[in-house]
């Protein structure tokens, strides 16, 4: 698959588990970013990784932990979700100095 | 920071009809203003965007506005049909190197009845 994947694409955890969501962009960008997408609500921006480095991290819970081992693939981990967590979570990247952000098409998350 | 505000939340158009969405924002120093649509159980897909320096912009049945003194834009469809309902975002931010912040409205539905 071309341009940003996300796996899984449904995920349902219990509030004691541990998981990750995987996204990887294949455009060759080198700015990668997790949103989270909830119900009636903006798009919220949680964490900005360019060239690697974490650039904005936007007040999000610990229980929310990012990894980006290179430019092409960044990770969500999760751990002790609370329900209200369960979301559409956007994987999207850029190239730094350029505007517009290609999206992933999501991991369903559901928290119980 | 930031902050964008979108209305309506929703919009019923009949076919063939025009849409207009608004948009308002509290940061002047913001210069680049996307329209992203979303598609149900799609990601969102940036349809247009306008910069600053520009008033309006153009692409087939899609315009966008800019406001710079009243800080606001719009966009406007012309001549709707079935597959334009979807979700529509608006959002602000600042262009350049270093710049990744992109604050996004709350949407608007936009349904269009054949």
Same mark, same amino acid.
């Given at each position: 698959?071309?341009?940003?994947?996300?796996?899984?694409?449904?995920?349902?955890?219990?509030?004691?588990?541990?998981?990750?969501?995987? &996204?990887?962009?294949?455009?060759?960008?080198?700015?990668?970013?997790?949103?989270?997408?909830?119900?009636?609500?903006?798009?919220?921006?949680?964490?900005?990784?360019?060239?690697?480095?974490?650039?904005?991290?936007?007040?999000?819970?610990?229980? =929310?932990?990012?990894? &980006?081992?290179?430019?092409?693939?960044? =990770?969500?981990?999760?751990?002790?979700?609370?329900?209200?967590?369960?979301?559409?979570?956007? &994987?999207?990247?850029?190239?730094?100095?350029?505007?517009?952000?290609? =999206?992933?098409?999501?991991?369903?998350?559901?928290?119980? | 920071?930031?902050?964008?505000?979108?209305?309506?939340?929703?919009?019923?158009?009949?076919? @063939?009809?025009?849409?207009?969405?608004?948009?308002?924002?509290?940061?002047?120093?913001?210069?680049?203003?996307?329209?992203?649509?979303?598609?149900?159980?799609?990601?969102?897909?940036?349809?247009?965007?306008?910069?600053?320096?520009?008033?309006?912009?153009?692409?087939?049945?899609?315009?966008?506005?800019?406001?710079?003194?009243?800080?606001?834009?719009?966009?406007?469809?012309?001549?709707?049909?079935?597959?334009?309902?979807?979700?529509?975002?608006?959002?602000?931010?600042?262009? @350049?190197?270093?710049?990744?912040?992109?604050?996004?409205?709350? @949407?608007?539905?936009?349904?269009?009845?054949?």
């Amino acid at each position: 698959e071309t341009g940003v994947t996300q796996t899984p694409r449904h995920l349902v955890m219990g509030m004691t588990n541990k998981k990750s969501l995987k &996204c990887e962009q294949h455009l060759g960008h080198n700015a990668m970013y997790w949103y989270k997408q909830s119900a009636k609500k903006p798009l919220e921006l949680m964490f900005v990784y360019s060239l690697e480095e974490r650039v904005e991290n936007n007040s999000v819970p610990s229980r =929310f932990s990012p990894e &980006c081992p290179n430019s092409s693939h960044l =990770f969500l981990h999760l751990h002790t979700l609370q329900p209200e967590d369960s979301a559409l979570y956007l &994987c999207a990247s850029s190239q730094s100095g350029l505007d517009e952000q290609f =999206f992933g098409p999501g991991t369903r998350l559901t928290v119980l | 920071g930031e902050n964008v505000e979108q209305h309506p939340s929703t919009l019923s158009v009949q076919e @063939g009809d025009s849409a207009v969405i608004k948009c308002t924002y509290s940061d002047s120093a913001s210069n680049y203003f996307p329209w992203y649509k979303q598609e149900l159980g799609k990601r969102p897909q940036l349809i247009i965007d306008i910069r600053s320096n520009v008033g309006e912009k153009k692409d087939q049945r899609i315009a966008v506005t800019l406001n710079k003194t009243a800080k606001h834009f719009s966009l406007h469809i012309t001549e709707t049909q079935p597959e334009d309902s979807a979700v529509y975002f608006c959002a602000a931010s600042i262009s @350049g190197a270093g710049s990744y912040q992109l604050t996004f409205g709350k @949407g608007t539905k936009l349904s269009v009845i054949p």
